[in-house]
């Protein structure tokens, strides 16, 4: 049996204005929900997950990020370089607690996903990550690369899930982080079992970690 997907949990020092943010950005419609929680630790360097939002045409990239620089948004530089050189095809912003985030150009690969592109986590080997992610949830490698390897849900709903390349070592609790579920008729103590045998560590539901050292935590089934 495999897991669900149910949250992906923004850790807030202030989580009611931060949901208002992203609330204010686009409709969430993917398979899983936002979850903010309060979190007073500072954010401490660059995240090792974010979201990428779809466009639907250069408009619609353009009403995007200006709807989320509106809100309280702001252009960061994570090495792509400043929004006017123009170095690469999609736009680095940080959300009111400085989480960031990009506003991808229009992909084929993300028609259909929603407002959502993709979930993407910085990882040391991809390909390690998403053979886990893929056997944790039951999802399939859509896509494999050098720089990236993608998973999608079968059924084709929703964001993909992503692991990007890096060569910076985590060192930091993640301030996102998934929260999956056993499906209906499922145990949660079997579920987390079977994460450990396939290379998660952590006794309990509460905190687990994935082979990259990545939080998660597994909800009674769903």
């Known amino acids: 049996m495999v897991a669900q997907l149910v949250n992906l949990v923004f850790d807030s020092a202030l989580p009611r204005d931060l949901a208002g943010f992203w609330e204010g950005l686009f409709s969430w419609d993917a398979p899983f929900e936002p979850a903010f929680r309060s979190e007073a630790g500072p954010k401490r360097g660059k995240n090792r997950l974010h979201l990428d939002l779809a466009s639907r045409s250069p408009g619609h990239q353009a009403e995007l990020v200006d709807r989320a620089l509106s809100l309280g948004a702001r252009h960061i530089d994570i090495g792509q370089g400043p929004p ?4 690469v095809p999609w736009v680095v ?4 607690e ?3 985030f990009c506003v991808l150009n229009p992909r084929e690969r993300y028609q259909g996903t929603g407002a959502v592109a993709s979930v993407v986590t910085d990882a040391i080997d991809p390909e390690r990550l998403a053979r886990f992610w893929a056997a944790a949830l039951g999802w399939e490698i859509g896509v494999r690369d050098k720089a990236i ?6 059924d084709g709903r ?9 060569k910076e070592e ?6 996102q982080r998934f929260e999956i ?5 499922g145990s949660r103590a079997a579920e987390v079992r079977r994460l450990r045998e396939l290379g998660a560590t952590g006794r309990n539901g509460d905190l687990m970690v994935d082979p990259e050292g990545n939080e998660f935590s597994v909800l009674p089934p769903r």
């Not at 390897?149 to 079968?154: F, H, T, Y």
């Not at 929703?158 to 890096?166: A, D, K, N, Q």
Request: aromatic share 6%; no cysteine.
């Open 149 to 154: 390897v993608g998973l999608r849900p079968s």
């Open 181 to 185: 579920a056993p499906r209906r008729g």
């Open 84 to 87: 006017e050189e123009k170095r």
């Open 98 to 100: 400085g989480n960031e």
């Open 158 to 166: 929703g964001p993909w899930v992503e692991f990007l390349r890096t």
């Open 93 to 96: 912003l940080a959300d009111p």
């Open 170 to 175: 985590k060192r930091h609790p993640n301030r």
